[in-house]
């Protein structure tokens, strides 16, 4: 019923950029914080940024100044811009829904998808 499906990753050479896309159906996503995440190989996936539902924006040190999360709530859609990309960029980035209500949090994981930095 819920589905979050990453799109847009790729090969790209350092510095260069790439878009990707979180679609997401069975759920509206202005009631949820948005997060992109990322694992890359013999790594614990990490946080990479977060977008509330009122809108506000935080990512990880790592990627301030170079990538930027937005949301698009008419299209279900959640965006990470990514530039000046770097080869320790490299990983499965994935998508994530997060709410809690009653104190539960509940959680939705996209599938992945890959990004791969190289010259």
């Known amino acids: 019923q819920v589905q979050l499906v990453e799109s847009g990753g790729g090969l790209v050479q350092p510095g260069g950029s790439l878009r990707l896309s979180c679609a997401a159906s069975g759920i509206t996503i202005s009631a949820y914080t948005m997060g992109w995440y990322r694992q890359a190989p013999g790594k614990q996936r990490g946080l990479v940024a977060i977008?509330?539902?009122?809108?506000?924006?935080n990512g990880a040190d790592s990627v301030k100044g170079r990538f930027t999360i937005s949301r698009d709530n008419g299209k279900n859609t959640v965006y990470l811009q990514m530039n000046s990309l770097k080869p320790e960029d490299t990983a499965v980035y994935y998508c994530n829904a997060h709410r809690s209500a009653w104190g539960t949090p509940r959680d939705y994981w996209g599938q992945g998808t890959q990004v791969t930095v190289s010259s």
């Open positions: 977008i509330t539902s009122g809108g506000s924006a």
